[in-house]
């Protein structure tokens, strides 16, 4: 047969040759031939397939069935022909993002009918995850380049779970570069200028067009939009995450226990090995707070897991540190932890803390400040300190007087007085906070430490990362708290319900010279107690 236009009508000077595919008849017929020792028509088709100049067949965006024969054929090119299974699957992923067509996806090829097999189980990871990495655009792209790309890698998770684990690590990775590249302070002062712009705009609008409603109805989609743009593309990858994980634990409505404990292992997993050694990343850690707010259990189990790296002796200590700057922060940001979990933490924190304390005082060596010995210690301390500023009211709510004694109970006047001095390395933030908080309920009186540490400059102080500096009681653990106030607008709708903000007491005032007096009276007794 004669494949080619038609003649008809045909600018003879101004178009090229009209190419010409000569097939040897039917291709079942042929392959008859060739069995029978007559190879002149199939050696006709191989040459005439070879051609370089045959324009392949463009399948995305076809109908439905010209795509099912198309997968057929892959199907079967690559069931036969395993070498082609790369050249196949960097084909598919090159559809990926909206450069060429999004509107079909990895496991259409995978997946739909006769293609359900097409991949041996063994395979996939090995072949598949090293072109998805590859095919990763870069984060400097569009937001549409990168939501597309990151939502079809998720939904090949969907039909390929054994590759989630590698998929969520892919793309959290490259989320936390996103991440860290942009401080709060660049954020928030995009955002500033942005609603200063859009006020502009909006005045000149009003002085042209006071008329026309129409332009206010357009405008709230622009609300949504950051005003930086590396935050503006993670904000629209979080959303994608959050979906993705709702998605992928609410079926009809309802919670599956079994898919959701199976995403927060794969998360928690790439949380040890990406978020938790990151230092300074601010959204990504969101994806593990969302997904412990679907269930107690959940939350429960992340802080287990956070207290166990914290405790353990056999990891490094900037992961115990960063550990327990997580559980501290979780449990005063995170709305959806009760009262009763709160307290059973910091019973678990301030049993270590104690027990660390007896440790050292029973070696008999001299006390020493040194945060490269004691840092986790100085980082639990802060994050029951932390923990008590923001979960106090909760603490004394339900009974003012039991709640009384659950805080004389802790024995914090012990930690706070002890010859490791927590109040020295803490964050002065912190430290303030919590201590007009215990001074007001007579919990234990921090300000003659804080006035003596203040006069002591701190000395060299050896960091977490190495190295020596002389620095002053800024921030010399290197501390951060991971659940600090969330910037993104889109994927910050979903946060918002779920977090506790701060709200500053009234009644935190500075105290008036003579009592100040009759604190520092009342501490320079206790210390004396404590040394007898």
């Not at 995978?110 to 395979?123: A, Q, V, W």
């Not at 709305?335 to 933490?345: D, E, G, Q, S, Y």
């Not at 600090?484 to 105290?511: A, C, F, H, T």
Request: proline share 5%; aromatic share 10%.
């Amino acid at each position: 047969c004669l494949l080619g236009s038609c003649i008809n009508d045909r600018d003879f000077l101004n178009s090229p040759p009209v190419k010409t595919v000569r097939f040897g008849g039917n291709v079942a017929e042929m392959l008859v031939k060739y069995k029978r020792g007559d190879c002149t028509d199939y050696e006709l088709l191989k040459h005439q397939l070879g051609d370089p100049e045959i324009k392949r067949l463009q399948w995305v965006g076809r109908s439905q069935a010209v795509v099912e024969e198309y997968l057929a054929f892959l199907s079967n090119l690559v069931t036969a022909q395993t070498v082609y299974l790369c050249a196949c699957l960097k084909m598919v992923v090159s559809h990926f993002t909206p450069s060429i067509c999004a509107s079909f996806s990895l496991f259409q090829i995978l997946y739909l009918e006769p293609c359900k097999y097409l991949l041996p189980s063994f395979s996939t990871s090995r072949f598949l995850m090293p072109i998805l990495q590859e095919n990763f655009p870069f984060v400097q792209k569009s937001s549409r380049t990168l939501e597309c790309y990151v939502h079809n890698l998720l939904r090949v998770t969907v039909y390929i779970p054994s590759i989630r684990g590698e998929v969520l690590e892919v793309i959290i990775g490259k989320m936390l570069k996103l991440d860290v590249s942009v401080s709060r302070a660049d954020i928030e002062e995009a955002e500033e200028k942005m609603e200063q712009n859009q006020g502009a705009e909006e005045l000149n609008e009003e002085g042209l067009f006071e008329m026309d409603e129409d332009v206010v109805a357009d405008q709230p989609s622009r609300t949504a939009v950051m005003g930086h743009p590396v935050a503006e593309r993670l904000d629209v990858l979080m959303a994608v995450m959050m979906a993705y994980i709702k998605d992928i634990c609410f079926v009809n409505g309802s919670l599956h226990v079994g898919r959701t404990k199976e995403l927060l292992r794969h998360l928690l997993c790439v949380f040890d090995k990406l978020i938790l050694p990151t230092h300074a990343s601010y959204h990504v850690q969101y994806t593990i707070f969302y997904l412990c707010s679907f269930r107690l259990a959940l939350a429960e189990a992340f802080l287990d897991h956070l207290w166990k790296i914290l405790q353990s002796p056999s990891q490094p200590a900037v992961l115990r540190q960063a550990a327990a700057g997580f559980m501290g922060s979780f449990l005063a940001r995170a709305k959806f932890i009760p009262v009763l979990t709160v307290r059973a933490c910091m019973d678990l924190l301030l049993s270590w803390i104690h027990h660390y304390i007896d440790g050292h005082d029973s070696s008999g060596r001299q006390a020493c400040c040194d945060i490269s010995l004691h840092g986790p210690f100085y980082s639990a301390c802060q994050a029951i300190f932390y923990t008590l500023i923001f979960r106090h009211r909760a603490i004394l709510e339900g009974n003012m007087k039991k709640g009384l004694e659950y805080l004389q109970n802790m024995n914090l006047e012990r930690v706070v007085l002890c010859q490791l001095n927590p109040l020295k390395v803490c964050l002065p933030s912190v430290t303030t906070k919590f201590a007009a908080i215990t001074r007001k309920y007579q919990v234990v009186f921090c300000y003659t430490i804080i006035e003596r540490n203040n006069r002591n400059v701190l000395p060299m102080v050896r960091s977490t990362a190495g190295g020596d500096c002389v620095t002053t009681n800024t921030n010399p653990l290197d501390s951060y708290f991971p659940f600090d106030p969330y910037l993104l607008k889109r994927s910050g709708q979903l946060i918002e319900p779920l977090y506790q903000v701060w709200e500053e007491p009234v009644d935190m005032e500075l105290l008036p010279a003579k009592k100040r007096h009759q604190v520092r009276r009342h501490m320079l007794l206790n210390m004396a107690l404590m040394r007898n």
